[in-house]
């Protein structure tokens, strides 16, 4: 069964240090991947996708993600955090080609950012 | 830029009440999709619709019904609101073709059932 595992519930980060956030996904073809943002009481921003090239994929607000295959990980990186990173993020697969129109979410890490 | 709107970002109804979430996109979409949030949980597709009149269930369309009379508007309904329909309700359009996969997300609909 398709699925998206996203193994880190909370991540705390002080301002200015490195972030990676992991998602590792279970698909039985390449499938498009998504990495959303969510503030809170707002809804979803894409942060970036990917579905075909560059493994190496740049979005918005410094953000990037690898993709690696082999590892069937989609994990999302950002070089130096801002205090303004402190969200929710959700990575995601679909749509689905198993006929419907389905996308997959994992259960969200919650980044807090310390000063 | 794409718009996704819903027609409440608050609303509190009160147990058995008929409750209606509307969800208006601009894009032309085909597709859109009702979520429900939870702690914990992540996001839960209720229902989604692929064209007008069109629809399927998600993983947990009890106790919800749907409506697509026009292209650009989903609505969902919750026929006798109970107090486990507390959530955030989220609404997402999307294209089933061409490069540009993703969801675009409405703000969200902050549903409390006393």
């Known amino acids: 069964a398709q699925s998206v595992t996203q193994p880190d519930i909370h991540i705390t980060v002080s301002e200015g240090a490195s972030l990676e956030l992991r998602c590792n996904y279970s698909?039985?073809?390449?499938?498009?991947l998504f990495w959303y943002v969510q503030s809170p009481g707002q809804g979803l921003q894409l942060l970036l996708k990917y579905f075909s090239g560059d493994t190496l994929v740049q979005g918005i607000k410094g953000f990037e993600a690898e993709f690696k295959r082999s590892q069937s990980s989609f994990n999302l990186r950002k070089p130096s955090v801002h205090w303004s990173d402190a969200a929710e993020y959700f990575c995601a697969v679909g749509p689905l080609t198993s006929g419907t129109y389905k996308y997959i979410f994992g259960t969200g890490t919650r980044l807090k950012v310390l000063a | 830029d794409v718009k996704v709107t819903q027609s409440s970002r608050y609303l509190v109804k009160r147990t058995g009440e008929k409750v209606f979430l509307e969800c208006v996109q601009d894009m032309d979409h085909e597709n859109m999709f009702w979520y429900r949030q939870d702690p914990g949980l992540g996001l839960r597709l209720i229902y989604f619709s692929y064209d007008v009149k069109m629809k399927e269930k998600g993983d947990i369309p009890e106790g919800y019904s749907v409506s697509r009379e026009k292209k650009e508007r989903f609505s969902l309904i919750l026929e006798s609101a109970s107090t486990n329909q507390t959530s955030m309700y989220l609404c997402?359009?999307?294209?089933?073709?061409?490069?540009?996969?993703?969801?675009?997300f409405g703000p969200g609909t902050r549903l409390t059932v006393t």
């Open positions: 698909y039985g073809a390449t499938p498009y």
């Open positions: 997402a359009s999307s294209s089933p073709s061409g490069r540009d996969r993703e969801q675009y």
